[in-house]
């Protein structure tokens, strides 16, 4: 059996539900941020794959990948900031918590 | 490839606007950091004055920027681009003057926040110029991050912390599941550019009849990604909490430039990227409106707090938008342009009004907008004008608005979805001549009057202007609109 395009983007599908399964089930915050990451990794499984499979010619599918690296690891940066606020407020971060506001 | 200076010259010019403010954003923030090293804090009102110029600089230079295209035709400078980089600068420029009384109040990081708000205007103003997906994802990444600061910003604020959190949650769900979208939709045509995308699908389409299902997964994704950044239901959870958490010009400026932004690429992306494939998402846009519509509007009722009112009113709001996006067609994209308008003075024109409300009563609850009329005519005259014209009644712009997206669905046979508009539209009616009986009808006698400070007036009058100007005059917006459709066909 050789490995093909169908076999990556099994795997990015997989890892994107584990994200999103993570996302739903989390209660901590960084738990959550963590499935996020998750998510936006199978999307890049999902690019370098078409890259390297559909258009061996050109670099686009790598290029957006590294891009979604880096966009990612910015909004991380915020989103571990806001965290921090969180924890100063509620002493903890367990997002269960976080429900002043409702409907 | 030789290195051609003519082109090279060319591409810059188009995007000068944006490196503009992009440059004056980092003067303001690193100006507030210095200022503050120095000992001597700058008042908010100067911040606010150099932003302002900064903004007006930029609306000036964007109208008279000559149409192109950029960078391999990555980035496009056209009348649709340019009409939505008003309409965001526009909000910028009512946010800023709204936001000088809240920001004076906190005591912390003045100066940041008109930077990072000018950052947030830089994505808006890249994503709605943007034909590649990997530009128009930085573009929204670029004005969300930033907005993830400041919906957060009052540091004190156990609530807005919580909306800071739940928008940055949101926000990164919203971008994964977006790229993945984009992911698929690249692995089936081989390109991110959208002319590329557009002869990628017809290729598909002539090699097997119909469209695969992959095809099918990248374009609900695309809407669902689409449907997070627009707060449209079943997507709109974080939408109420983060309105109401943030700060209320923040609120504003995220209720109508970021969502106008939003619109805009979401015509480019679906009216000429995936126009071919229109059999697979219109149906899907359609539910998806009425489903805003009906869940925005029968929420709203409810809420007691008019910052939530707005958040609920602005998801059916964006609902009536997306009617006019089931007609493919320079007709469809026209009206739905008209409606970013109006829209953009009246909501916006709301939220001031909550602002110089708050600034004086230190409220966001309904309730104590009782008898606004006799403690401040103005206010309370202002905010019936933008909440009739949110409710669609002549002669303000709302109406008009709403006339025209109805009128493309029905010429698209979706009469279904203008029934169910029209009758979501006697709910919003009600919820809001609720506000305006309460601001009028007083049963008892409350002492003391407040004034509203010179920038909320100028802000106020502004909207105000707007929102009639669109009403009563629409014929030269109309012709704006149109011209900015007619950049998604030029075929037709």
Redesign the interface.
């Known amino acids: 059996m050789t490995v093909g395009l169908p076999h990556f983007?099994a795997l990015s599908a997989i890892v994107?539900c584990i994200?999103v399964y993570g996302?739903l089930t989390r209660r901590n915050?960084v738990g959550?941020?963590m499935s996020?990451e998750l998510?936006?990794n199978?999307?890049n499984i999902?690019?370098v794959?078409?890259a390297h499979y559909?258009?061996p010619q050109d670099v686009?599918?790598q290029?957006?990948a590294v891009?979604?690296i880096a966009?990612a690891a910015?909004?991380a940066t915020?989103?571990l900031?806001?965290?921090l606020?969180?924890y100063?407020?509620?002493k903890g971060i367990d997002?269960d918590n976080?429900?002043?506001?409702k409907? | 490839m030789p290195f051609d200076i003519v082109q090279f010259y060319a591409d810059w010019q188009t995007i000068l606007p944006e490196c503009f403010l992009l440059v004056w954003a980092c003067i303001v923030t690193m100006a507030a950091v210095f200022s503050r090293n120095s000992g001597e804090g700058t008042s908010t009102g100067t911040y606010a004055i150099w932003t302002l110029i900064g903004v007006l600089v930029t609306a000036v230079w964007v109208a008279l920027t000559p149409d192109g295209t950029a960078f391999g035709g990555t980035f496009v400078f056209d009348r649709l681009a340019v009409l939505f980089k008003e309409i965001v600068l526009g909000g910028v420029l009512l946010t800023v003057i709204s936001s000088i009384g809240p920001v004076d109040r906190m005591k912390l990081h003045r100066g940041e926040f008109f930077g990072l708000l000018l950052f947030s205007a830089v994505g808006m103003m890249l994503m709605v110029s943007a034909t590649e997906l990997l530009l128009l994802y930085i573009a929204i990444e670029l004005s969300t991050v930033t907005l993830f600061v400041l919906a957060a910003y009052r540091k004190a604020n156990r609530k807005s912390a919580e909306a800071g959190l739940k928008y940055v949650i949101l926000g990164g769900i919203s971008s994964a599941v977006l790229l993945y979208g984009v992911a698929l939709l690249y692995g089936m045509t081989g390109s991110t550019e959208l002319a590329g995308i557009r002869n990628g699908i017809g290729d598909l389409f002539m090699a097997s009849g119909s469209f695969p299902p992959g095809l099918t997964m990248a374009l609900l994704l695309l809407l669902a990604g689409f449907g997070f950044k627009l707060a449209l239901a079943p997507f709109h959870m974080w939408a109420p909490d983060v309105y109401e958490g943030a700060p209320t010009p923040i609120t504003a400026y995220l209720s109508v430039a970021s969502k106008a932004a939003a619109v805009a690429a979401f015509l480019r992306v679906f009216f000429v990227g995936l126009e071919s494939s229109q059999t697979l998402w219109v149906q899907a846009v359609a539910v998806l409106a009425a489903l805003a519509m009906i869940v925005g509007n029968v929420t709203a009722i409810v809420q007691s707090n008019i910052k939530r009112m707005l958040a609920y009113s602005s998801v059916a709001q964006i609902g009536y938008i997306l009617v006019g996006a089931v007609a493919v067609n320079t007709w469809g994209a026209t009206s739905m342009t008209y409606y970013a308008m109006a829209y953009l003075f009246a909501n916006m024109g709301a939220f001031i009004c909550v602002i110089a409300f708050s600034n004086r009563m230190g409220s966001d609850e309904i309730d104590d907008y009782a008898a606004l009329s006799r403690r401040s005519p103005t206010i309370a005259v202002f905010f019936s004008i933008f909440l009739l014209s949110l409710a669609g009644i002549p002669p303000t712009a709302g109406f008009l608005a709403k006339y025209y997206v109805f009128l493309a669905a029905i010429n698209n046979g979706y009469l279904w979805l203008v029934i169910v508009g029209l009758l979501t539209s006697v709910i919003a009616l009600y919820y809001y001549a609720t506000v305006i009986r309460k601001m009028f009808f007083p049963l008892d006698q409350p002492e003391g009057g407040f004034p509203v400070s010179l920038p909320l007036t100028i802000a106020l009058s502004i909207s105000c202007l707007g929102v009639l100007l669109l009403g009563v005059f629409p014929g030269p917006f109309v012709d704006l609109a149109q011209a900015a459709a007619a950049m998604l066909m030029p075929g037709m």
Not at chain 1, 98 to 101: E, L, Q, R
């Open positions: 983007l994107f994200g996302m915050a959550v941020l996020i998510m936006f199978a999307v999902t690019l794959a078409f559909i258009t686009t599918g290029v957006v891009f979604t966009v910015a909004e915020v989103a900031a806001i965290v606020l969180i100063q407020h509620h997002v976080v429900n002043i506001m409907w």
